[in-house]
């Protein structure tokens, strides 16, 4: 089964359901991206703060020379992490690195990681306060500058953004020598962490910017100190659990449907093989009713037709739901959630 797509301004046609990397230990690729590949996930996402992205190539780069699956037909996404994107050259040096180590000529998409800068060195990551320094517009134009001069090389085919707020993107946008605008924007986003804001300035873009969604399932691997004792666990939230009941299925196939149904694509991980197909075919069907924003394809339209009734109340249940129950709005620290791909 393949993925709904989501049509970028550039043509492309991105999966709306791809396979994230974060989290995932390098001893666990190979068996998590072939059980991927087998299922029908084309998307990756992918960074080098991973610490992952020589071993998915290693890996992607078998499965096409035993036939599993062509270069083009997949989507890889990565991403210029803040250490090298305010450095001078740093944006293209990072890019020829990662389409080394994925043994790949090209990228699909590459993302800002992060819109500040932070120093080279730092003994942790997320790095320690002392190393982050901060936000400017200037240096974003800047490394955006750098983002645009690859794709016109031909090394990307789009570029985005990531954890950039509404306010940010938006001062991007009204730059006055902006070449290339950003394909895509992504960032956490679950029925607790909505997004409107930032989905209202992508849709209201010249061209629309797509939205992908990470930490769709929550953002429980979260180290503690950017969530505290008493942040909320989506996947126990007792509405989602009742209605995922109701409907014979998982409070994640629920979560990610939720997004998908939305027009945000989303990119869930999971190294169990069992887990990676549920996520991929329970969270597909309710992204199926009408919709101009979404492409699917022609070997799932019959199964569409049986599902687009049930996915509709499904989804708007769970909006209600959640909407009743959600907690307090987060307070959000200026790496909190920045790293994470959700994990199923």
């Known amino acids: 089964m393949l993925s709904p797509t989501l049509r970028l301004h550039n043509g492309a046609a991105m999966p709306a359901i791809g396979f994230g990397t974060w989290g995932l230990k390098p001893s666990d690729v190979d068996t998590a991206l072939r059980a991927a590949v087998g299922t029908g996930y084309r998307l990756f996402d992918l960074a080098p703060v991973y610490n992952n992205q020589r071993e998915v190539g290693m890996t992607l780069a078998a499965l096409q020379a035993e036939g599993a699956v062509r270069r083009e037909e997949l989507f890889l996404t990565s991403k210029v992490p803040p250490m090298d994107a305010c450095e001078p050259g740093g944006v293209e040096q990072n890019a ?23 120093r080279n060195g730092s003994p942790t990551w997320p790095p320690p306060i002392s ?13 955006w500058r750098g983002m645009e ?9 789009a570029i985005g953004l990531s954890n950039t707020g509404p306010q940010r993107l938006q001062a991007l946008l009204r730059a ?51 969530q505290g004792a008493a942040h909320p666990v989506l996947l126990a939230d007792p509405s989602l659990m009742r209605i995922a009941q109701q409907q014979q299925t998982s409070p994640a196939a629920l979560a990610l449907a939720w997004a998908v149904r939305r027009g945000v694509a989303v990119i869930p991980k999971s190294a169990h093989p069992e887990r990676v197909r549920a996520n991929l075919v329970d969270s597909a069907a309710p992204a199926l009713a009408p919709t101009r924003t979404l492409t ?12 687009v009734a049930v996915a509709i109340a499904v989804a708007v249940a769970v909006a209600v739901a959640l909407t009743r129950s959600r907690p307090p709005r987060w307070r959000r620290a200026s790496l909190r959630g920045s790293c994470c791909s959700s994990t199923a």
Not at 193 to 221: D, F, H, K, M, W
């Open 96 to 118: 020829r690195r990662t389409l080394r180590q994925l043994q790949t000529p090209y990228l699909d998409l590459y993302l800002v990681h992060w819109p500040f800068c932070v």
């Open 131 to 143: 190393y982050q320094l901060g936000y400017s517009a200037a240096q974003l134009r800047e490394t």
């Open 149 to 157: 001069r690859l794709q016109e090389m031909g090394l990307v085919r």
């Open 176 to 226: 006055a020598d902006l070449r290339v605008p950003p394909a895509v924007v992504q960032a956490e986003m679950h029925p607790y962490n909505t997004q409107e804001a930032l989905r209202r300035v992508c849709a209201a873009a010249s061209p629309p910017i797509a939205v992908t969604a990470y930490a769709s399932l929550g953002s429980a691997t979260r180290p503690d100190k950017y």
């Open 296 to 307: 699917l394809p022609l070997a799932v339209a019959v199964a569409v037709a049986v599902a």
